[in-house]
């Protein structure tokens, strides 16, 4: 048969294959001539991973997900409140189960019309709500073998009895859910929230065999609950090591071939209540991550979860997301899309490895709960190196410490849970800024070993709040040099530093004198100044201006970049500690916390 000839431009192996020493020796010419070291180049995480800039064929390592063959994944909501309405608009627009956290005397009328052989259910850990649901399901017009979901129980005390008799009526029904949440939602790293699953489920496996179980049993009641990020592979790759970690429990334990039941949930962490519309970003892009990474069922949080109660909007836009990713996308087509990736199976190595380190150590200290206080120091101890990474924006967090938006129009929303009467705070309201009552968690039961429930945005976002509770906005006047080109990409960077805090930046525009600068700064009203220019402007005018800013009454005078002769107050730049500067100007206001 007649050979064909390829064009010139698509026959392989024209080129010589550059290797990674040529690519590092063109790489550190480059940074030569920036100051910059190839450490910069190399990410750590949280976990003390190191992430290359670069990986190749040198790395691969053969693929290993156990990603069961299927199409797909289950769309699931949360509903906190008993609203039948709420309720079926998420069925007909496209959820394919539910998850319940709702007193167990309204689930009877609230699934009143749903098909329980079509839609699962997952409960919320309560026991009256899990007897409740195995009358429903006894009363309803379906096989015990089509009911499927998981009535989330933590398998002690009266919940085993529950156990039993779900196990005896509905085979196919799970029970038990192993809720690494709360090691998430405390600020705790990918590896802590893997390793703390894999012992809460050890300890679970425990009571469900002492019980009576077989360990395929046991292994049979579980499904694991993780949190979903906006960090793409990371998330892709923490669900990819949770099942090989969960295959590895198996295997010693005697129970053969256990593939891991997931649902991922967009992490509540990473919400926001300033700029909430960017939790729509977030949240689509942990939604693609968790069904990449092979998770069962995918729960996306409304982009105003972290302010109040969910509109049908909200709700809608969050199973939307899902749908436009499953039937449009068909991101559920491809199983393991990430196999093979040089970079995905090094980082999935690398948390496995690190995460069955971890559940070691907690083994070694008596498994959960009673290693609960080494758990609780050592995710303290994360998130008090996240906050400062948060604090110095490092990390930053779009709409809030980077890109705030002072004019935004606060979203409004009920409260997600009733107060407590004696809290004071007015059920019927519907204040803006500041004082709904804190987002119910989503964790299931009783075990969250005491953590802490933190935002990344919370810091800053109390800031902002406290501005808009002042008489009048405060603020920071930017005392610009020269032209506008000479001055503006540092004016940009005070204003947006500033604003993070909710300081208003009132700016000099482009000024020809220091006199000018003062008169405009005099003007303004403000207390403290920062000085925004180039580094040529700084040479020729910063010392003069800042005599002048000062003997215009200025209190405190800031100065953008590092380098000035002149007598200022404090420095901003970038990686400056933003925080700390933050309260201390408020703190030189006497403004009160």
């Not at 431009?9 to 940074?31: C, G, H, I, K, T």
């Not at 509903?79 to 009877?108: C, F, I, R």
């Not at 002048?548 to 200022?568: C, H, Q, S």
């Amino acid at each position: 048969m007649m050979e064909l000839a390829l064009p010139a431009e698509f026959r392989p192996n024209e080129f010589p294959s550059a290797s990674r020493e040529q690519w590092r020796d063109l790489v550190d010419a480059v940074l030569t001539k920036t100051g910059a070291s190839y450490d910069s180049l190399v990410t750590k995480t949280y976990d003390g991973i190191e992430l290359q800039p670069l990986y190749t064929l040198d790395d691969a390592l053969p693929p290993y997900a156990l990603v069961p063959a299927k199409q797909g994944w289950d769309v699931r909501q949360r509903h906190s409140v008993p609203d039948p309405v709420a309720l079926m608009n998420d069925l007909e627009g496209g959820v394919t189960s539910l998850w319940l956290a709702v007193p167990a005397a309204s689930l009877e009328g609230l699934l009143d019309g749903v098909y329980l052989d079509l839609a699962p259910i997952v409960l919320d850990g309560s026991v009256d709500a899990a007897r409740a649901m195995l009358r429903i399901y006894d009363q309803a017009p379906v096989l015990a073998s089509d009911v499927r979901g998981n009535l989330a129980l933590t398998p002690s005390g009266e919940a085993l009895d529950v156990i039993r008799q779900a196990r005896a009526q509905f085979p196919g029904l799970r029970t038990v859910v192993v809720d690494a949440l709360p090691f998430h939602d405390a600020g705790g790293s990918d590896t802590e929230e893997l390793g703390a699953s894999l012992a809460l489920a050890v300890s679970y496996l425990r009571a469900l065999t002492d019980a009576g179980l077989s360990a395929p049993e046991a292994f049979a009641q579980l499904e694991f609950r993780y949190a979903a990020t906006a960090d793409q592979f990371t998330t892709i790759a923490k669900l990819r090591a949770a099942r090989r970690l969960w295959a590895r429990v198996a295997e010693v334990s005697g129970a053969g071939e256990a593939v891991q039941l997931q649902h991922a949930i967009t992490s509540s962490a990473m919400m926001t209540r300033r700029d909430p519309w960017v939790n729509m970003l977030r949240t689509t892009v942990a939604c693609l991550s968790a069904g990449l990474g092979g998770a069962d069922a995918v729960t996306v949080q409304p982009f105003d979860a972290a302010i109040g109660l969910p509109d049908e909007f909200a709700r809608r836009i969050a199973r939307n997301t899902q749908n436009l990713l499953l039937e449009e996308s068909h991101l559920g087509e491809v199983i393991d899309p990430a196999a093979g990736s040089w970079y995905v199976e090094q980082l999935t190595e690398s948390l496995a490895s690190s995460a069955w380190a971890w559940f070691q150590e907690l083994e070694r200290a008596g498994g959960l709960p009673a290693a609960g206080e080494l758990v609780r120091s050592r995710i303290a101890e994360t998130w008090a190196r996240r906050s400062a990474r948060l604090a110095d924006r490092s990390d930053p967090v779009t709409g809030v410490s980077e890109y705030p938006n002072l004019g935004e129009k606060p979203v409004v929303r009920d409260p997600a849970v009733a107060p407590d009467p004696a809290s004071g705070i007015d059920s019927d309201s519907q204040a803006p800024w500041g004082d709904p009552p804190p987002i119910p968690s989503l964790s299931s039961g009783s075990d969250s070993f005491g953590l802490p429930r933190v935002r990344y945005a919370q810091a800053f976002e109390e800031l902002r709040d406290l501005a808009d509770a002042q008489p009048e906005r405060p603020q920071v006047f930017l005392a610009t040099l020269g032209p506008v080109a000479a001055h503006t990409a540092r004016a940009t960077f005070a204003a947006n530093l500033f604003n993070a805090g909710g300081f208003a930046t009132p700016n000099a525009g482009p000024t020809g004198s220091p006199g000018e600068v003062a008169e405009k700064f005099k003007a303004s009203g403000a207390r403290i100044a920062v000085l925004c220019g180039s580094e040529s402007s700084y040479a020729d005018q910063a010392v003069e201006t800042v005599e002048a800013l000062r003997a215009a009454g200025a209190e405190r005078v800031l100065l953008a970049g590092r380098k000035t002769d002149a007598r200022v107050d404090g420095q901003v730049y970038a990686g400056c500690p933003a925080l700390e500067i933050l309260n201390s100007t408020y703190a030189h206001l006497g403004v009160e916390r």
